[in-house]
């Protein structure tokens, strides 16, 4: 079976963990998103593609959900030792490896889909990793504070400022002359499930749909997206101030809406949100919080089983649950209540 999900970081990251636990013998392609990027100390980040390498690689700091697990920060304390700018972003030692290799390719000339399937070589994350496109397209936040107003990095609204000052606007810088990488309309069009992560509907997802081609390619596949927000907030992040950033709702209906039809044909809820309806959607109410990888992969397989009945396919084997489900004996789930609360 062939699968492409979008991604933007944490949340995405941890959903395709699952993904590829409920469908082992698949086929996934994943588009990361690169609005995120930004270039530091003459170094090119790009956090959401390295947030799914090193979560789907077992390189991922579980807790912080970016970076390195076993980190040291001497280059970073010696870059503020020198009294270098930004001290705000967080970049560990180990990672600044996997930076210094990016920007050697780039420098070199290689497209950012070829640095990153290098990259990939060693982390081995299972699935194809491809940018959303190969040109520079950052996303860019318009605030007013005691500078006055002006545009910064998303990455200062996200991490210095902790979108505490409300985004006046986001935009996608270099949109219009982005193009989509190869491979990313050709896993489209070969795909038997498009699956949309709970990723952030506006600067994860929503930036990936505005690269061009990428929305009308979807919108003629079975396209399955789970909920990012769960009873009016989302479970992690600030999906929220982005989302009322753009004036939309904290809300699964709100953000359903958003991504719209044709665009999507199924959408996963969580229970308390079971009253979520749009035309052309079929919408299904399950728990969503992803405590741990078996938690993760249930609501993969759930989103594979839905695509697979919408598309009128096999889809893969359906979990016990949904088999007792489609035998009208669903029993409640057990509440997990063990393990730590998933974030997202
Ligand atoms: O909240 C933070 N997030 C940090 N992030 C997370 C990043 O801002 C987000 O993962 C995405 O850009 C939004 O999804 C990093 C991600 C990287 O790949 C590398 C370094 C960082 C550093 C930080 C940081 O200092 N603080």
């Given at each position: 079976?062939r699968?492409?999900?979008?991604?933007?970081?944490?949340?995405?990251?941890?959903?395709?963990?699952?993904?590829?636990?409920?469908a082992?013998?698949?086929?996934?392609?994943?588009?990361?998103?690169?609005?995120?990027?930004?270039?530091?100390?003459?170094?090119?980040?790009?956090?959401?593609?390295?947030?799914?390498?090193?979560?789907l690689g077992?390189?991922?700091?579980?807790?912080?959900?970016?970076?390195?697990?076993?980190?040291?920060?001497?280059?970073?304390?010696?870059?503020?030792?020198?009294?270098?700018?930004?001290?705000?972003?967080?970049?560990?030692?180990?990672?600044?490896?996997?930076?210094?290799?990016?920007?050697?390719?780039?420098?070199?000339?290689?497209?950012?889909?070829?640095?990153?399937?290098?990259?990939?070589?060693?982390?081995?994350?299972?699935?194809?990793?491809?940018?959303?496109?190969?040109?520079?397209?950052?996303?860019?936040?318009?605030?007013?504070?005691?500078?006055?107003?002006?545009?910064?990095?998303?990455?200062?609204?996200?991490v210095?400022?902790?979108?505490?000052?409300?985004?006046?606007?986001?935009?996608?810088?270099?949109?219009?002359?982005?193009?989509?990488?190869?491979?990313?309309?050709?896993?489209?069009?070969?795909?038997?499930?498009?699956?949309?992560?709970?990723?952030?509907?506006?600067?994860?997802?929503?930036?990936?749909?505005?690269?061009?081609?990428i929305?009308?390619?979807?919108?003629?596949?079975?396209?399955?997206?789970?909920?990012?927000?769960?009873?009016?907030?989302?479970?992690?992040?600030?999906?929220?101030?982005?989302?009322?950033?753009?004036?939309?709702?904290?809300t699964?209906?709100?953000v359903?809406?958003?991504?719209?039809?044709?665009?999507?044909?199924?959408?996963?809820?969580?229970?308390?949100?079971?009253?979520?309806?749009?035309?052309?959607?079929?919408?299904?109410?399950?728990?969503?919080?992803?405590?741990?990888?078996?938690?993760?992969?249930?609501?993969?397989?759930?989103?594979?089983?839905l695509?697979?009945?919408?598309?009128?396919?096999?889809?893969?084997?359906?979990?016990?649950?949904?088999q007792?489900?489609?035998?009208g004996?669903?029993?409640?789930?057990?509440?997990?209540?063990?393990?730590?609360?998933?974030?997202?």
């Open positions: 079976m699968i492409v999900s979008l991604a933007g970081g944490i949340g995405g990251a941890r959903f395709l963990r699952g993904l590829r636990t409920a082992p013998d698949s086929e996934i392609t994943v588009i990361g998103n690169t609005g995120d990027d930004i270039s530091l100390y003459g170094l090119r980040v790009c956090p959401d593609l390295d947030t799914v390498m090193y979560t077992g390189g991922i700091n579980e807790e912080q959900g970016w970076g390195r697990r076993e980190e040291s920060h001497v280059v970073k304390e010696e870059l503020a030792a020198y009294g270098v700018e930004p001290q705000w972003f967080g970049l560990g030692d180990r990672d600044f490896a996997t930076h210094i290799v990016r920007t050697q390719m780039l420098d070199a000339g290689y497209p950012l889909s070829a640095v990153t399937e290098a990259l990939c070589a060693r982390w081995q994350p299972g699935v194809r990793l491809i940018p959303m496109t190969d040109d520079r397209a950052e996303t860019h936040v318009v605030v007013s504070d005691e500078r006055g107003r002006r545009a910064i990095h998303f990455q200062e609204w996200w210095r400022l902790r979108a505490s000052v409300p985004a006046e606007q986001i935009i996608l810088v270099g949109a219009d002359q982005a193009a989509p990488a190869p491979g990313v309309l050709e896993a489209v069009a070969a795909a038997d499930a498009v699956i949309l992560p709970p990723s952030n509907p506006v600067v994860s997802i929503g930036t990936i749909l505005q690269i061009k081609g929305r009308e390619a979807l919108e003629s596949k079975t396209v399955v997206g789970v909920s990012p927000i769960i009873g009016g907030a989302p479970v992690r992040g600030m999906a929220d101030a982005c989302l009322t950033a753009i004036g939309v709702e904290t699964a209906q709100a359903l809406e958003l991504y719209g039809t044709p665009l999507v044909n199924g959408w996963l809820v969580a229970e308390e949100d079971a009253g979520v309806a749009l035309d052309g959607v079929e919408v299904q109410a399950r728990p969503l919080i992803m405590h741990d990888v078996p938690a993760a992969a249930d609501i993969a397989r759930a989103a594979l089983d695509a697979a009945r919408l598309a009128g396919g096999a889809g893969v084997p359906a979990s016990p649950d949904a007792r489900e489609a035998a004996t669903g029993t409640e789930r057990e509440a997990a209540g063990t393990g730590t609360e998933d974030a997202r």
